[in-house]
């Protein structure tokens, strides 16, 4: 529909096309900004869930590596007096370094975790510290968590 408005032909259905257009774009921009932010929050969440079952995994490790060297042999010794303590060996550089890696097969599911058990001296006394690194399979995320005690008293703890 024309109108003539003082010498002015002006087309309002063609007006309305504009502002519909206009619209679609906006609403086509702000779609775009909403998709773009829930992939963020998404990949975010993921990393997130990556990094905590990692940090379980670690967990995990170190204190079955604790129990481990508190667990007592037939003649009710453990690898805490037996290897790690002053009286086994006076010097903590003499003491050797324990490694192992635990993975499936020893009930660790979605990673592999290393563990490293060597003696320290802190402020002249004997501490055993347990470093434990997981990795998980599905993702470059590795989480590292420390325990350290007291050779002669592994009830004294420090984690980090």
Do not use: C
Not at 40 to 49: C, G, K, P, R
Not at 69 to 84: I, K, R, S, W
């Amino acid at each position: 529909m024309r109108k003539k408005t003082n010498g002015i032909i002006s087309n309002e259905r063609g007006a309305a096309l504009i502002f519909v257009i206009l619209a679609l774009v906006i609403v086509s921009i702000l779609a775009m900004a909403i998709a773009s932010l829930v992939r963020s929050n998404l990949a975010q969440t993921v990393s997130e869930e990556d990094t905590l079952k990692a940090y379980y995994l670690a967990t995990s490790g170190q204190d079955l590596t604790y129990a481990a060297l508190l667990q007592e042999d037939a003649y009710g010794d453990n690898l805490v007096e037996t290897t790690f303590s002053e009286a086994a060996h006076a010097n903590a550089a003499d003491v050797p370094v324990l490694t192992d890696t635990l993975n499936a097969s020893d009930g660790f599911e979605g990673g592999s975790v290393t563990v490293t058990v060597r003696a320290v001296e802190i402020d002249s006394e004997r501490w055993v510290e347990v470093t434990s690194t997981a990795a998980l399979d599905d993702s470059t995320v590795t989480k590292t968590v420390v325990l350290q005690f007291l050779a002669e008293n592994p009830l004294i703890q420090m984690m980090s």
